[in-house]
């Protein structure tokens, strides 16, 4: 770990357990954590404009490497003043590595079959992957594009993150503990190439986060968060799988963070069900990044006090018709105390814009609301029973 | 006409020549005239919500009777208060009388075919026409559906609107001079009956506006304008077709408006571009509803002080790469105020939400603009070189 105030610093205000509520602070302002992290993967976050993601209370976006990269590129940009000037946005900006999607070509799926539920892919198909990096096609053009450790820092670099993440390569579910054991190794050496880039080339105030990987395996996941945690980094991230199921994720996740450095602000990578989220708070993780709230939205999802349809009311497949109750009753957000579910169902099933406005709105105030009330009950000591009352169904403004 | 202030008034502030800057007085409050108004076609103005159109200056927008009588049906709406109610809109509201998507439906295009730009479609081929009314299939499940003058005022009296259309066969350009007169002639009479439903059962603050077709023949234009007038309505509409280019609309526009009586309030339907809206005011129509603002939106294109484009800035076709420039110059919107050319390109171009919202904020902001600043000049006794400066491509505000 180094210790770099002027990339990042990370102050712990209070513990619960091993739950703690922080500061990061960045060149682009404060996070408050633990934080929830809204995804503007190709530059805007769904339907929405930064000064609304800023009006809902976040701190924090994350940009999309790999969709940034293929398109418009680094270079239109870094033109504009990097992804803060390219999408006037003035807080604190994140990026992935572009690891995770390059790797999602090869190994088949996405999201999928990081998180087990996937088929086995055709390995390497449409991806060529060397010790060097990884050379791939477009989805866009065709044209063949090649991205190492030192092309994602160059493209981190340009989008001018305040925060990049190291080229990783995500093994995949279905991958064997051999297989896991080898790509672990590669990534590690890629961290090196990362760190070496970026001490030589990359922006003054950027910090930078390690990744660590190792699938289900607590060997291999102990030697990652070591050699991570040993490099030069600001941060560290837990990446790769963590399972088939939510069972074996809660194992695998109590089994990592535990070794990962107390000190470290800690990313846990793709994860943001409320379950989940609530499960990496307790386990001392700080910030967490996810599609579904804004992919629910599209699809006419609203987040809900409901442990038993997993925080989901299905605003396309209810009955919900004359039903003037909010989505959620008490929710701050605009689709809750301008509209009732009788509306927002009629504008989803007809596929309306404003639906999956509303809808994002109204997923993303949910998931601000969940981390704040979190951030409270660790300052207040009562993290667990927190945790407890939404889990068992209460809203986090109620738990 | 009538003169009845519990359904609508209508004062004159100022004229010029045959432009008048006046007020509309509903149980929902005024609409400055001349004004240009939204559609909320189905329950919404494309991706907003209806404090976000208010907050835009509008006071009026208009509801699509066909497309909500189909779903999510009349009902339904009345249940939840009225389409006021249904979408929490709590300004003016007017709703067309469903005549229009109707014989579209039945005469083969859409707009196109009323605006002359289209074939030839097959009479009848989905609709049955009778003296009674129209009987057609649901275009979302096949259910027989069935709309007469009775009906349309029922459903517009469900949606609450505070004005009325009276249901009208929308004759299309291809249409014979004799089909005209005919048609004409139903419509007619279908104003009558129009006006006996809503005189026995329309909602009491209701006003109702009737329709004046006759298409591009001038003794027929004048019948119908005659016959409107003599009828017990609160306000008149020009409707139908208008002929088959710019130049032909602008004669029969010229022909048909100082056929109607001075002291009414002068709709023209679905006309909304610049120049088109700046001509109908030059006349003394007062409100003006259109689908191209935010159609174009849709498809990236931005309004813009170019009339040699007719008003357009298409952001996906042209070279926008590094373009610093807001969309418009001085646009007070929260596209051009925030964001530049080449992001919302690159926004537009990859089929972004946001992009469409924002495109969606400006052009319902560029109208805006231009009817404000119209009215304005109107009361400034200038509106002929108002008109001449927006046509000479001077944006409306410094028109």
Same mark, same amino acid.
């Given at each position: 770990m180094r210790d770099d105030p002027q990339r990042l610093s990370f102050t712990i205000d209070a513990r619960d357990g091993a739950a703690r509520a922080g500061v990061i602070a960045t060149s682009h302002g404060p996070i408050e954590t633990p934080t929830f992290i809204p995804l503007a993967?190709?530059?805007?976050?769904? %339907?929405?404009?930064g000064d609304e993601v800023a009006a809902l209370g976040y701190q924090l976006i994350l940009g999309n490497t790999y969709h940034l990269f293929v398109s418009p590129g680094p270079e239109r940009i870094a033109a504009a003043g990097g992804l803060h000037g390219f999408m006037n946005w003035d807080r604190a900006l994140i990026t992935d590595s572009g690891g995770f999607q390059v790797f999602s070509l090869a190994h088949g799926g996405v999201a999928n079959e990081v998180k087990g539920s996937g088929r086995s892919g055709d390995h390497g198909s449409e991806v060529e992957l060397t010790e060097e990096g990884a050379r791939f096609r477009s989805p866009r053009d065709g044209r063949e594009l090649f991205i190492s450790p030192e092309v994602s820092m160059q493209v981190q670099a340009a989008l001018g993150a305040d925060v990049a993440l190291a080229f990783d390569e995500?093994?995949?579910?279905?991958?064997?503990r051999d297989y896991t054991a080898r790509s672990t190794e590669r990534t590690h050496r890629w961290l090196d190439r990362c760190i070496a880039w970026h001490e030589a080339?990359?922006? @003054?105030g950027q910090a930078l986060f390690g990744i660590v990987q190792g699938g289900t395996h607590e060997d291999l996941r102990r030697e990652s968060a070591e050699y991570v945690a040993a490099a030069a980094v600001d941060g560290l991230a837990i990446g790769g799988t963590l399972g088939r199921d939510k069972e074996e994720m809660a194992a695998v996740l109590a089994m990592t963070a @535990?070794?990962?450095?107390?000190?470290a602000a800690k990313h846990l990578l793709g994860i943001g069900e409320v379950d989940d989220l609530l499960g990496g708070i307790a386990l001392g993780l700080d910030v967490f990044d996810c599609a579904v709230p804004t992919r629910l939205a599209r699809h006419g999802v609203a987040l809900a006090p409901s442990p038993e349809t997993?925080?989901?009311?299905d605003l396309r497949k %209810?009955?919900?018709?004359?039903?003037?109750?909010?989505?959620?009753? %008490?929710?701050?957000?605009p689709a809750c105390t301008r509209h009732d579910r009788d509306y927002i169902s009629y504008l989803s099933r007809g596929e309306e814009l404003t639906a999956v406005r509303l809808l994002v709105l109204h997923n993303l105030t949910y998931m601000r609301e969940l981390t704040t009330h979190a951030r409270r009950a660790i300052g207040a000591a009562r993290f667990d029973a927190y945790r407890a009352a939404v889990l068992g169904g209460a809203a986090p403004w109620d738990a």
């Open positions: 993967t190709k530059g805007s976050v769904r %339907g929405l404009d995500c093994t995949p579910f279905h991958a064997d080339e990359g922006p @003054p @535990p070794l990962l450095p107390e000190a997993r925080w989901r009311l %209810g009955r919900w018709v004359g039903d003037r109750r909010p989505i959620v009753e %008490g929710c701050p957000c």
